[in-house]
C-alpha cells in the first residue's frame, strides 16, 4: 500500500493538515451521532468487528441489542521492533448521549494474544466467530479465542498483499489476494484437529488448504503488475456470488463468481482518483451501500453522504459494526503515520468509532 497525498494531488504541509484537522474536529457534534477514539501505541493495519455467535447462541463474543459490549480485533504492526499481538477490545454501550464524557461508552483492551509477525489483516469467521484468521506475509493463521490452536495455511497459493475474506453464506469460502493483481478463491477446511496442547504452550501447526491442484482454485484478476489490497464478500443479504475488489489503481472492481473468471469484473469504478484503496467493506444494513478508505486519509461511501476526514495518516482498514447489535450503522476505521510525519500534536496511530449523522 503506498503513501500518497493530498486529494487535489499536491503535497500537504503539516501546517495545512492540522487546519484541516482542526476544522473537522469543530464540526463533529454536526456529522456524527457517535465518534470515540482510541490511541494505539503500534500502528494497525486492520480491524474487524467480531459478531454474535449465530441464532443468538450465548459465548463470549455474543452481542445484543441491550447493553452487552460490542467486540473488535485489531493488530499491530512493530517491524520486529517489539513482538507482535492481537488485541480483542470491547466497546460497552453505556450512555449514547454522553458519548466522550463519564457515563459515555467505553473501549478498552479486553484480551491480548501474542502474534508471530506483523499482523497485515485479521478477519473474524462469520460462522464461526470464536475464530479469528489473521494474514501476514506468506501465510494464514487461523486462531481460536481463547487461542487453543493456531493453524499456518500452506498451500499452492501464496499470498503477498494483505487482503482476505470470509464469505458470510458459503462456510469455508475464503478469497485471498495474491501477487501480480489476483485474486484466489480457496475452500479451508476447518474440520482439522489440532494437535494437543495439554503438556506444552506451542502452538499447534497444520495445512488447512485443500490438497487439490492449482486448477481448482479459481484465480480472478484485478489489475495486471499493480497491487490488489483488499477483497470482500457482498453481504448474504444481497448476493453470496459477488464480491468486490480495490487496490493501488484506485479502482473498485465488483465479481460476479457465477460467470467465468475471465468474464466475472461485471463493473469498474473509480474509487479514489489517484490514490491507492487499502480496505472496502460492504453496510450490513443498506443492501449494495459501501465505503473505501484509502491513502489520502479519507474514507468515501456511496450512502455515507459525506467524507470522514478524521484521520491524519494513511488508512489502512475499515469495517461495519454487526447488524442487530446496539452498534449497528457504527464503521470502526485505522490509520498510521510514517515517522517523518510525526507531530507532537497529531496522533497517527489510532481507531476511530464512528457513525454518521443521517438526518
Not at 112 to 138: S, Y
Not at 321 to 343: F, I, N, R, T
Request: hydrophobic share 35%; aromatic share 6%.
Amino acid at each position: 500500500m503506498n503513501q500518497s497525498d493530498s486529494d487535489d494531488g499536491e503535497v500537504e504541509s503539516l501546517s495545512k493538515r492540522k487546519g484541516r484537522l482542526t476544522a473537522w474536529e469543530e464540526n463533529i457534534p454536526l456529522l456524527y451521532t457517535f465518534f470515540i477514539q482510541k490511541n494505539l501505541d503500534w500502528p494497525s493495519l486492520t480491524v474487524d468487528w467480531i459478531p454474535a455467535h449465530p441464532g443468538g447462541q450465548p459465548g463470549p463474543t455474543q452481542a445484543s441489542q441491550g447493553q452487552h459490549p460490542v467486540k473488535l480485533v485489531v493488530g499491530t504492526q512493530t517491524s520486529g521492533q517489539e513482538p507482535n499481538v492481537l488485541m480483542v477490545c470491547s466497546l460497552s454501550k453505556g450512555d449514547l448521549d454522553n458519548c466522550g464524557d463519564q457515563g459515555g461508552p467505553v473501549l478498552r483492551v479486553e484480551s491480548v494474544f501474542q502474534h508471530e509477525g506483523d499482523v497485515d489483516r485479521a478477519r473474524a469467521m462469520p460462522q464461526n466467530p470464536d475464530l479469528v484468521a489473521t494474514k501476514c506475509i506468506g501465510s494464514h493463521i487461523i486462531a481460536s479465542a481463547p487461542p487453543i490452536a493456531t493453524y499456518t495455511m500452506e498451500g499452492s497459493v501464496v499470498p503477498d498483499s494483505f487482503g482476505f475474506a470470509w464469505s458470510p453464506a458459503l462456510e469455508g469460502a475464503l478469497l485471498s489476494t495474491c501477487s501480480e493483481g489476483r485474486i484466489a478463491l480457496l475452500n479451508v477446511e476447518l474440520g482439522l484437529s489440532p494437535n494437543s496442547r495439554d503438556d506444552d504452550d506451542s502452538p499447534a501447526t497444520a495445512s488447512t488448504l485443500d490438497e487439490a491442484p492449482p486448477a481448482s482454485q479459481t484465480s480472478y484478476l484485478h489489475s495486471r503488475g499493480q497491487s490488489v489490497n483488499d477483497v470482500t464478500f457482498f453481504p448474504a443479504s444481497s448476493d453470496p456470488h459477488c464480491f468486490g475488489s480495490v487496490g493501488d489503481n484506485g479502482q473498485l472492481v465488483l465479481w460476479d463468481m457465477r460467470l467465468p473468471p475471465g468474464a466475472a469484473a461485471v463493473s469498474r469504478l473509480e474509487a479514489h482518483s489517484g490514490a491507492a484503496v487499502n480496505s472496502l467493506a460492504f453496510s450490513l444494513l443498506q443492501p449494495y451501500s459501501l465505503a473505501t478508505c484509502s491513502t489520502r486519509r479519507s474514507i468515501k461511501g456511496n450512502q455515507l453522504r459525506m467524507i470522514h476526514a478524521g484521520h491524519v495518516g494513511s488508512v489502512s482498514d475499515m469495517a461495519w459494526a454487526p447488524a442487530g447489535s446496539w452498534a449497528e450503522g457504527m464503521v470502526a476505521s485505522v490509520s498510521d503515520m510514517l515517522l517523518d510525519e510525526q507531530d507532537e500534536e497529531m496522533q497517527g496511530n489510532v481507531m476511530q468509532i464512528w457513525k454518521v449523522d443521517a438526518t
